[in-house]
């Protein structure tokens, strides 16, 4: 299974994605006695691409393209060995300093982070990795779609970042408008101020 993975490869967009964080495995006392407790093995794959904003727009073209971000994730989790088979491994996102969904503590310019831990029980210990922390794209769409099944000992989690589309962007004509449109405002009211 994971040979069949690795032999898949990587496409054009994607990169190979191992960044593999420390995590305790919490149930891991309630059977490490019975046990040999191990890592499961993985082939991740991280999807990036161009984001052509605004800014991008006007600072980059197609020879000279803006840095490539993350736009996804495919994780492909192997548990050949699962002593309980009925229970699916799961997957929960866990963001540090108490920081809620939605909220940024980063930089500006650069992205929040969180970990997401992949849990399956015995014999396998839990399983994370740092990904941006963006929203995903639930739609059913082939290639921009979500996944998220268990079959054959392979969980595989495959999903894409939503492309936020900021009204920030159009600020600036925005701007624009209303200073002219003010300008409009106080000229009418000093002509007709004028002829009285």
């Known amino acids: 299974m994971y040979e069949r993975e690795v032999a898949r490869g990587v496409g054009d967009n994607e990169e190979i994605f191992a960044g593999e964080e420390e995590v305790q495995t919490a149930s891991k006392s309630q059977w490490s006695n019975k046990y040999r407790p191990r890592k499961p093995r993985y082939f991740n794959r991280v999807q990036m691409g161009y984001e052509w904003n605004k800014y991008n727009q006007t600072h980059y073209d197609h020879d000279n393209p803006p840095p490539k971000v993350v736009q996804g994730y495919k994780f492909n989790i192997f548990y050949p060995d699962l002593i309980d088979k009925q229970k699916a491994p799961t997957y929960r996102i866990e963001r540090e300093g108490g920081r809620k969904r939605g909220q940024s503590f980063a930089p500006a310019g650069e992205d929040d982070t969180c970990l997401i831990r992949f849990i399956a029980g015995a014999p396998y210990e839990d399983l994370a990795f740092r990904i941006v922390d963006k929203e995903w794209d639930y739609s059913a769409k082939r290639e921009r779609g979500f996944k998220s099944s268990f079959e054959k000992g392979i969980l595989q989690l495959h999903f894409q970042l939503k492309k936020v589309?900021?009204?920030?962007?159009?600020?600036?004509?925005?701007?624009?408008?209303?200073?002219?449109?003010?300008?409009?405002?106080?000229n009418l009211h000093s002509v007709k101020g004028g002829k009285s």
């Open 165 to 186: 589309y900021s009204a920030i962007s159009s600020l600036p004509s925005l701007l624009v408008f209303w200073f002219n449109f003010w300008q409009y405002l106080v």
